[in-house]
């Protein structure tokens, strides 16, 4: 694999308070080429106030209609040329080395797909959902019921994996976020990119899936990392939200 710039693509709606933030450190990532903006709406003139003053390097795209993330992240994919494409959430802030060292991990392991980064939430902690089980039934049932919850059967029967102790280096792992993570062209062309019947959440562990399903691994880099203030965008509609999950899920 050439060691070129891969771009970032990121889905915006609404006015995140974040969105400036996220692209200035994407801009400031090691190996970052152009920063692709999938405009879904209600953004007012923020995108294309980024785009005016980063010397070519942020690009608007979208019509501002909201087909929904698995969707606006192939028009991204679409608007780019790049052999790599990182996805980030516009309330996320990537470190200085958080793409170059995702990277590497798919220069060092030619047979993977996608690579995940570290979440870290609000409270300096790893975010749950850095890293994922695929849910079965049982795991579900295990969710709905609140079962994860409890002390001594709560690590068995959750699909995240964040409460388990860190590995050194990048882990094989069934699921990763779609909040940072990437991917090898090629393989986004080979699954067909994001199922766009996937509106809002989980599309990115269905992602997942396919990628495996089509003979490449999945692996979670704990040292790329990133700050996700996580749901900004969405917080003032979660009855919506709320459907769309269920919907997903069901998915």
């Not at 003053?53 to 608007?79: E, L, M, Q, S, Y």
């Not at 990437?182 to 019947?197: S, T």
């Not at 990115?204 to 495996?212: A, S």
Request: aromatic fraction near 6%.
């Amino acid at each position: 694999m050439s060691r070129t710039h891969c771009d970032v693509v990121i889905v915006c709606f609404g006015a995140s308070p974040w969105l400036e933030r996220c692209v200035n450190a994407a801009l400031a990532a090691e190996c970052c080429g152009d920063v692709i903006l999938v405009d879904h709406g209600q953004t007012g003139s923020l995108p294309s106030r980024l785009a005016a003053r980063a010397d070519g390097r942020v690009r608007v795209v979208g019509d501002g209609t909201n087909r929904g993330f698995g969707a606006g992240c192939n028009v991204g994919f679409a608007a780019s040329n790049a052999e790599l494409l990182a996805i980030v959430n516009p309330d996320c802030v990537i470190q200085p080395d958080a793409i170059v060292r995702m990277r590497n991990v798919l220069d060092e392991h030619p047979g993977t797909g996608l690579v995940g980064a570290m979440l870290i939430g609000p409270d300096g902690e790893e975010q749950a959902g850095s890293r994922r089980r695929v849910p079965g039934i049982a795991e579900s049932v295990a969710r709905v019921l609140g079962l994860h919850r409890l002390p001594r059967i709560g690590r068995r029967v959750d699909f995240n994996r964040s409460g388990e102790m860190l590995p050194p280096e990048s882990q094989d792992v069934p699921a990763v976020s779609g909040a940072c993570m990437l991917a090898r062209r090629d393989v986004l062309q080979a699954v067909g990119g994001f199922d766009e019947r996937f509106f809002l959440h989980f599309e990115d562990l269905d992602l997942c899936v396919r990628v495996r399903e089509a003979g490449f691994a999945v692996r979670f880099e704990p040292r790329a990392r990133a700050f996700h203030a996580k749901g900004c965008s969405s917080r003032d509609t979660p009855v919506r939200v709320l459907y769309h999950k269920h919907r997903s899920w069901l998915l």
